[in-house]
């Protein structure tokens, strides 16, 4: 700068829209798909080297790093992933670059990843990938990076459609190819993947029986199931129950609807699984539901007050009493039943009629 043109320099300006990244600072993320890969593989440790000795040769100073562990990159909302995000945008020390090893480990999700990139880059921060550099602050680099980012999307939606398709050859063939359900156990026999039944298996069948043969409520089979130390939920004795997996038959949204019989041991005969199930849905809940109640005659025709939905009914066991109550959540309208029932009985009093003309208005009505 000459000297005629060094009492000007405080009248310059600045390109507001100027997104290269002008600092040193950076942060380094790793991650690895599945715990497999970070319990067994080197991924991480190699990751994490190469983008240290990238940072070294660059004289960039690490304030932090991120990931270390597995996380899918199917979703950007990763929890190590969005606190480093949080961390870049709210750092004390400007930090202005996010160091990676490639494009993939960064995210797979292809446009939302060219997204997140884009907004870090109006703030000053740049994300590259040591094995694919690029100078993203230029039209060129910044196309060569998302190229990467579509590529790694794409890849990752070949793998799924791989994995989609040999696990639907599985089922179709009879074998289940995920973590088997309650009850059961993946194990390896002579380097052969076989589903065993366990203990667990044992109380489950159990539990069937009792359905099945004593007549007991899924809430007496839980407390049942409990003592003997399964303790379970009411809603997964239900998923249990309507599960065709126990009598040998696998059910499952990749097979479209159909049903295959399975090659795995099965826990209870078919014929006691439809007889629970038939049970299930005559009584879903454990107790018996009858329509018809003289003591509630209203039900369903009486509308609350408040919130205009229809009332149902209950008894009161120890005071042998009958409520009319709204079934809407957090509404909580309760009455009387029989001083609702005496109220409505007055006002059809007003309708009534000369037992003469019942002829007639029969005649009329028909």
């Known amino acids: 700068m000459s000297k005629a043109t060094q009492d000007f320099q ?3 300006k600045v390109n507001p829209n100027n997104t290269r990244a ?14 497999e890969q970070a319990d ?14 990238y940072a070294l040769k660059q004289h960039y100073p690490v304030l932090a790093s991120f990931g270390g562990t597995y996380e899918s990159a199917k979703s950007d909302e990763r929890k190590e992933f969005k606190r480093m995000l949080d961390y870049v945008k709210k ?11 490639s494009a993939d480990r960064f995210s797979r999700s292809g446009a939302n990843a060219i997204y ?12 590259y990938a040591v094995t694919q550099p690029s100078d993203s602050s230029t039209a060129s680099g910044s196309l060569q990076q998302n190229i990467h980012f579509i590529f790694s999307e794409y890849d990752n939606q070949m793998r799924r459609e791989k994995c989609i398709a040999g696990t639907r050859e599985k089922l179709l063939m009879g074998n289940w190819a995920t973590k088997a359900p309650l009850g059961y156990d993946n194990v390896k026999i002579n380097g052969e993947k076989k589903i065993v039944i366990n203990a667990k298996g044992k109380l489950v069948k159990k539990a069937f029986e009792w359905k099945a043969y004593e007549g007991l409520t899924n809430v007496q089979i839980v407390e049942r199931l409990s003592m003997q130390g399964l303790p379970l939920h009411k809603q997964m004795i239900t998923k249990i129950f309507d599960n065709p997996f126990y009598c040998g038959i696998i059910s499952h949204k990749m097979l479209d609807g159909a049903v295959i019989e399975g090659k795995h041991e099965k826990l209870v005969s078919k014929e006691l699984f439809l007889k629970v199930n038939q049970l299930q849905t005559m009584n879903s809940q454990g107790w018996k539901v ?10 369903k025709f009486l509308l609350c007050e408040k919130c205009g939905k229809p009332m149902r009914g209950y008894l009161v066991r120890k005071k042998n009493i009958h409520y009319y109550k ?9 009455e009387n039943a029989k001083r609702l029932n005496n109220q409505f009985h007055g006002m059809l009093k007003s309708f009534s009629f000369n037992p003469q003309f019942l002829p007639v208005i029969k005649y009329q009505l028909e």
């Open 116 to 127: 997140i990139a884009s907004e870090l880059k109006k703030q000053g921060i740049t994300v």
């Open 10 to 12: 405080k009248f310059a």
């Open 22 to 35: 002008t600092g040193c600072n950076s942060v380094i993320y790793t991650r690895v798909s599945t715990k």
């Open 91 to 101: 750092s004390k020390e400007k930090v202005s670059h996010i160091i990676v090893y």
């Open 290 to 299: 009858f329509e018809e109640n003289e003591s509630l005659p209203l039900k």
């Open 40 to 53: 067994n593989n080197l991924s991480l440790q190699t990751q994490r080297k190469a983008c240290e000795q």
């Open 326 to 334: 709204c079934g809407t959540n957090g509404c909580c309208v309760n």
